[in-house]
């Protein structure tokens, strides 16, 4: 059973920094697509990043300001948000899968939990 668990979400101001972690248990996911997905209310699941064993993909709007690591000893993916948006207020989710059209949220086969980030202005 592979488990994905997020965490490090919370409140920042407008320009602020938050970093978030996803935890996999169950399976070593060094071979994996691991990807930060978000979801405002009121608004569709959209990617935000992903990284591959080869490469990492980024959402326009985040280039530059986000950056996805993973830590593959740690079985951990992190998304490291600087100079956040109030807009960018959402749950942020992070999927793994294996070999997926990289910005394609049913590409995805695990799932966790999701962790809020509010950004206040």
């Known amino acids: 059973q592979v488990q994905l668990v997020e965490s490090g979400g919370g409140l920042v101001q407008a320009g602020g920094s938050l970093r978030l972690s996803c935890a996999a248990s169950?399976?070593?996911?060094?071979?994996?697509?691991v990807a930060w997905f978000r979801q405002a209310p009121g608004k569709e699941r959209e990617f935000a990043a992903a990284?591959?064993?080869?490469?990492?993909y980024y959402q326009d709007s985040v280039k530059g300001r986000f950056t996805i690591s993973r830590d593959n000893a740690k079985n951990t993916v992190y998304l490291q948000m600087n100079s956040l948006e109030p807009e960018e207020t959402a749950v942020y989710y992070c999927?793994?899968?294996?070999?997926?059209?990289?910005?394609?949220?049913?590409?995805?086969?695990?799932w966790g939990q999701g962790t809020q980030v509010a950004v206040s202005s």
């Open positions: 990284i591959n064993p080869m490469a990492d």
């Open positions: 169950g399976r070593t996911f060094s071979t994996w697509t």
């Open positions: 999927a793994g899968g294996w070999e997926p059209n990289e910005t394609s949220a049913p590409d995805y086969i695990y």
